[in-house]
């Protein structure tokens, strides 16, 4: 297990990482939107 010699393939590591967190982000968004529209759907 040399993982000093796959410098060349974490890029697709980082890549799986910063999709899983903008996923993440994406969700949470989404969850923040809907719980905050739901309370008061049209308060203006």
Do not use: N, T
């Not at 993982?3 to 910063?18: D, E, G, K, T």
């Not at 903008?22 to 923040?32: E, K, P, R, T």
């Amino acid at each position: 297990m040399e993982l000093l010699h796959q410098r060349a393939y974490p890029i697709s590591a980082i890549a799986a990482f910063v999709l899983a967190m903008l996923a993440i982000f994406a969700v949470g968004l989404l969850v923040g939107a809907a719980r905050a529209a739901r309370p008061q759907p049209l308060r203006v």
